[in-house]
Structures are given as C-alpha cells and as structure tokens.
RNA sequence: GCCUCCGUAGCUCAGGGGAUAGAGCAUCGGUUUCCUAAACCGAGUGCCGUAGGUUCGAAUCCUAUCGGGGGCACCA
C-alpha cells in the first residue's frame, strides 16, 4: 500500500474518532485531502481537510485542525505534526516509513509502482502516427510515434491493458496518384518523354523506387497496358513504403500490436457483409441515416457537429470519412472498452464527427482523441525544413539518424504534448549538461559504477565484457541484504521520498495521458542522486553502512531505469 | 466569423483551487590526493498577457479582452 493510501487511513480515523467523540459536528465523513506541500518546510505531506470543512462544521479551522491532531490513531508513519497557517495539517513522515518504501522497490523491482484498473475499463486501443504511406514519414510523426509508445507504456504500468495500432491508408485516390506518379518516373527513366501526372508526387524518393523497379524488372511494364502498370506501381511502391515506416518505428523503438489496412474495411466477409456495410447499418438502425442530393449522409449534427457529414458521395464513391466510421465500427467491435486516437492539432476540425458517431452506436464516450500540437525543427536557432543533403523535407528517419533515438525520444517527450515543441537538431546532439537525457543516463551509469565497484575483483570485468549481467551482478552483491534503518542523512531520506512518489505519478500520468511526467520527475531522482552521490560516500564506509548505500543506489537504480523504460529511453550501465 | 491550444524568470518550460510561484538552460563565483566533474554547491531575476467575477483562499475556475500557433470540403 502508497504511503498516501496508508496516511488516508489515518487521517480518515482521526475524523472519525472526533466525529464519534461529538467534539466535530458534519453530516459525513470528509476527504482526508491529503497534498504534497510544494516547500518541505511545510512537512512531507499535508492536509487541509480542516479548512475545507470549516464552513459545514462552523468552526475555525484552527480548532478542527487541533481536533484532528488530538485524535490521531497510533501509527509507525506519522513523526511529527504541526499546524500551520490557516489551519494547514502539516505531517512529517518517520524514517521508518520511508525504509519501507525502498525495501518495496528492492522487493518488487521492475514492477514498482504497478498499478491496477478494474475490469470493464482496463482494454484500451490506441492508435497512432498513422502516416499515409505514400511517402516517407516527417519529423511531427516522430512526435507521435514518441508520444503514443510512451502513452502505451506508461499505461500499461498503471495497468491498462493496452492494444497500439497503426491505421495504414491505403486505400482511396491518394494510394492511386502514388503509384501513377512513380509509374510515370519509370517510363522518363526509360527514356520515353512524358510530362509528371498532374498532382503527382514529386519527391526524389518516388524516384528512388522507380529507379528500383527499372533494376529488377528492366523494361518488363512498358509494353503493359495503363491500368495494369498503375495498379502494379501502386502495390510496389506502397509495399516498399509501408515497409521503410515499419523499419523506422521499429528502430525507434514502437511495437504495434496490428497495422490496419484501409482496404480490408471495403471486404465484405462469407456473410456478405463488410466493415462499412455493418457500420451504416448500425447508424442507420438508430435513425442517423439520410439520403439527400443523391449522396448518403450522417446525421452529426444530431451530437453537437457543425454540420452533417457525408459518407457516399453523389458518384457513388466513399468519402475519407466513411473509412473512418467503418475503422471505428470495427475497433468497438473488437472489444475494446474505450478508443484512443493521437492525432496532430491540424485535425482538430475533423474531432466532433468522429466522437459523433460512437454516440450514434450508443457509444458516447468511448472515443478519446489525443490532439498534439506540431513540431518546429531548428538547427541553431534557425528554422529548418528542408535536408541540405536531399533538398527535401528533413525526415523522420534522417532525423534519428543524426540525433540519436533517446535525445529524440526524451525531447519529443519532454513537454507537454498541448505545447508545440521547437526542436533544434544541434541542442538535440549536444552531450552535455544542456542535454538532460545525459543527466539522467549518468545518474543511472553511476550508480552501476558504483555497483560494478562494490563487486568482488573479477565479477565487473564479466559484466563489461558481457558474459554476466548487470542483473546477475547485483542479485549476488546485495543478495543478504541490509539494515535499511541506517539510512538517515537527508539526501537519502530526499531519495526515498521521491521513490515514494512514483506510483501515484505513473497513475495521474497514465489517467491524464501526460507521459511528459515522467521526464520531469526522471531528472528530479537523478538530480537527487548527484547530491547523494557528493554528499554521503558509498563505498569503504563502515561494512553495514556500505551495504544499505548500496541498496539505496540500487533501488534508485531501479526506479530510474523504470521512468526511462516507460519513456522508451535506454538506462546505460556506463556511459 | 466560428472552433481549439498557448501566453509564468533573459531563454525553453513545469505547476491547472492551497502556504513565501518552481525547474532546466544561459550568466557570475566556488568545489576534484577519495565511488565517473556528463557531477555538486552558492548568487540574481517575476504586475503568472490585461480587466472583472466566484471563493476562506485564484497563476490555477468563470466572463470579457489583447497577442501568438493550428483548424474550419460530396480533399485525403
């Protein structure tokens, strides 16, 4: 149980021996309102339950605080207590209760801090970068391919069982223009004098793939007739596109659970139905289905949309958004308990209709969109958009390429994702203490320095050599383990304290989509440790004193490795 | 015009009902016979865009207003 858990009860017990004593007169029982002072000189935590309740309870605040103290139960956490202010309860905690919080990180390692979410709310599906793969994926997808695999990750410790999923468009005009225009690349390869398709792509990469075709198959599509060169471009060209953004996450570091095909919605099953048959038919059963001006309709404006959206346009042909309300049909009928999208804030108009539909199928509710602003790309100060090397638009995967995939992940991740971000290339690359990835890597390297050191002679040089683990290491070094009540100077008092905080912030931040958090708090514990590390010595101190330092780098160890991992940031063992 | 995000220290940003508003960077000064100085310690900076309102209490909530980003298709 979390410290504020345990304090909660306390707190509650209190009240109710006062509330039982008559000496406080409320209808029932108050929060325990428990918060963390921002200045320590105001105790560990405090409550103000009593300055809430002083008006229901008509008395002065100061009074009621008094009361609560009076009342307090006998307990190993509370040290002192003390009233302040208008009637603040400011509560110190013991030693005790903070050598419990490491024994705990000690004992369950890599899963400190793991949360629970009951049943019915727990099967998430999230869905993000999506790029159209039609071309090779910009630095704002990076954003998104950061933030949705932090989001998964983060979630996922707070106990969310989280599905992540990557919509592939690959279906309608925009798959069409692709393959015409590296087809009409193809035939100019070939030496036939043909002007660009209108509309046509014109980066060099869709070059790049027709100079490919032209060294595998020579001039074998020339004498093929126009559908048959286009249909056959298409397919080539977006198989090597989609598999170019598949290498790209997976070097960066995201695992999708499924790449949902655009097409695969228009395939009607042995039923005879399809995804966007069993869509319409849903919405239409519930009366949000018109037909005007020879086009199909859906009636969004009934949920607060601006206007009505069409789905089949007066040709006959499917709008972008009838995929979108089949992909959504499908995702509910999965099983998920609530949907999540990450989309750029450029699509923010496109948020009501959406949300619209699933209160057509009886849904409101279930769809979440993640709306992040966009990236600004500097290289000292300037703005960039272009690749001097290419002349083209920078993108995601030369990016990586230059910064590396932690700078990019923990800077992409460092704000809130309601802040545009302004990333410059150069700051990005530094590797200095303007850099504060490295800050935090170090603080983690150290203390498996200070590990490796503690180890008896020859066990390091196996670990750096690799033929034992880190792990291993350290299971046999701290394998008595130690007396943690030596642990009182207070740079490791501060230490544990933050440790404490880590459930409960992987909580808020999984609740509040903010895996920023986690970068905020990583460079606090490390920022802790540094001062730990200059001010108490850890090895060749007195033998049991060693020993419970060790376990104190160690657990930090711990949960530092735990906040980068949940960042998609590697925690180094030597840097 | 409508919708939305943002406005906090020189810069980049946290804090989103609680106490004297914080961090990093930058600037200046100091610390190394000793576990990684990629570190630590010290110093200064704020009409929290503006004006009203709600509240015991507002940077935080509400309204208005100013300024900036993004968006408002039978496009995808």
């Known amino acids: 149980m979390q410290i504020r858990e345990q304090l909660e009860t306390v707190i509650n017990d209190a009240l109710k021996n006062a509330l039982a004593g008559g000496s406080l007169n409320l209808e029932e029982l108050p929060e325990a309102a428990l918060e963390r002072p921002r200045d320590e000189s105001n105790g560990d935590w405090a409550s103000t339950v009593a300055l809430r309740v002083a008006k229901p309870a008509k008395k002065n605040p100061r009074e009621i605080a008094q009361l609560i103290v009076d009342h307090l139960p006998e307990n190993d956490l509370i040290d002192s207590v003390e009233i302040a202010g208008p009637g603040f ?72 069982d989280v599905y992540e999923e990557f919509y592939i468009n690959d279906a309608g005009v925009q798959m069409d223009l692709f393959g015409k225009s590296v087809a009409c690349r193809y035939l100019q390869i070939l030496g036939q004098d043909i002007p660009m398709i209108e509309n046509g792509y014109g980066g060099s990469y869709i070059k790049d793939i027709a100079q ?21 471009f298409r397919e080539i060209a977006y198989s090597e596109m989609l598999q170019l953004m598949k290498e790209t996450l997976a070097g960066f570091g995201n695992k999708f659970d499924c790449w949902f095909s655009e097409r695969s919605l228009y395939i009607e099953g042995p039923d005879g139905t399809s995804p966007v048959s069993r869509s319409i038919k849903a919405m239409d059963e519930k009366g949000y289905v018109y037909k005007e001006d020879g086009a199909m309709w859906f009636r969004s404006t009934a949920f607060g949309d601006e206007k009505d959206r069409v789905m089949i346009k007066e040709n006959g042909e499917f709008t972008y958004f009838m995929s979108d309300v089949a992909y959504h049909y499908d995702k509910l009928s999965r099983g998920f308990d609530h949907l999540i999208n990450i989309w750029g804030a450029d699509h923010h108009g496109y948020v009501k209709r959406c949300e619209a539909m699933l209160d057509a199928w009886g ?77 935090v890597q ?134």
């Open 442 to 575: 170090y603080a983690h390297a150290r203390i498996c320095s200070i590990l490796r050191k503690a180890a008896p002679a020859g066990e390091a040089e196996a670990v750096v050599a690799g033929t034992t683990s880190m792990d291993e290491l350290i299971e046999k070094l701290l394998a008595d383990g130690a007396d943690l009540s030596l642990l009182t100077h207070e740079s490791e008092i501060a230490l544990m304290r933050k440790m404490s905080e880590f459930g409960e912030l992987v909580s808020d931040a999984a609740r509040d989509r903010a895996a920023f958090r986690l970068t905020h708090y990583a460079q606090d514990l490390a920022a802790l440790f540094h001062q730990f590390y200059t001010n108490c010595h850890v090895l060749g101190e007195d033998k049991e004193l060693e020993k419970a330092r060790l376990n104190l780098a160690n657990g930090t160890r711990i949960v530092l490795a735990r906040a980068l991992d949940l960042l998609g940031v590697s925690a180094p063992a030597q840097m």
């Open 89 to 160: 309860i400011n509560i110190r905690l013991t030693p005790v209760s903070y050598h419990a919080v490491l024994a705990d990180v000690l004992k369950q390692k890599d899963q400190y801090g793991k949360g629970e979410i009951p049943e019915g709310m727990r099967y998430v599906n999230l869905e993000y970068v999506s790029a159209n793969p039609t071309g090779p994926m910009h630095v704002g997808h990076g954003r998104w391919a950061a933030l949705g695999d932090a989001t998964a990750r983060v979630m996922r410790h707070a106990g969310y």
């Open 363 to 439: 849904r409101p509710g279930a769809l979440e969109v993640m709306l992040g602003q966009l990236v600004n790309l500097y290289r000292e100060g300037e703005v960039v958009r272009m690749s001097k090397r290419t002349g083209e638009m920078i993108t995601f995967a030369e990016l990586i390429d230059e910064v590396g995939v932690d700078a990019t992940r923990y800077l992409m991740l460092s704000r809130s994702s309601d802040q545009p971000i302004d990333f410059d290339i150069e700051v990005a690359k530094k590797k200095d203490a303007s850099n504060p990835v490295y800050y």
């Open 212 to 232: 490919g075709v032209v060294d595998r198959d020579g001039d074998k599509w020339v004498a093929v007739d126009d559908d048959t060169r286009t249909a056959e």
